[in-house]
């Protein structure tokens, strides 16, 4: 009975993610915005999120879920660049330089963050 349980709750929390991203799809076909619908259902889900309620217990299951098996979605892309053979070889300079920037970037911006957190904290 247990594992029916848990299967049950997965499955509505799965529902209830499916509903938003549905729901951001809606948003952006009514109003004609530039973004993805699935970037807005998580926006309108975030939005919904930061509101004290027993929300997050229902999708906590299945997102950590989600989350833990998380490089599985990259899968796909990896497998592709396989069969790309001369034509990633060519940007393979241009996409290491990316990497790198953007792994500096991404070093540089948390750090400023993280000392102005710390700063706005100690006061």
Known sequence: ?????QGLSLIRGLAVLVLFQWLG???????????????????????????????????????ARLIQNLSLVFIPACVGVFF????????????????VLSTLVAIIFMTVLIKAIETTKNG
Not at 52 to 63: D, K, L, M, N
């Open 84 to 99: 790309l053979g001369p034509a990633i070889s060519l940007q393979i300079p241009l996409l290491m330089l990316v990497v």
């Open 25 to 63: 799809e809606l948003v952006v076909s009514w109003t004609g915005m530039m973004i993805p619908g699935p970037l807005m259902g998580m926006l309108i889900l975030l939005t919904f999120l930061a509101y004290p309620s027993g929300f997050a217990r229902v999708i906590e299951p299945v997102s």
């Open 1 to 5: 009975m247990a594992i029916i349980a």
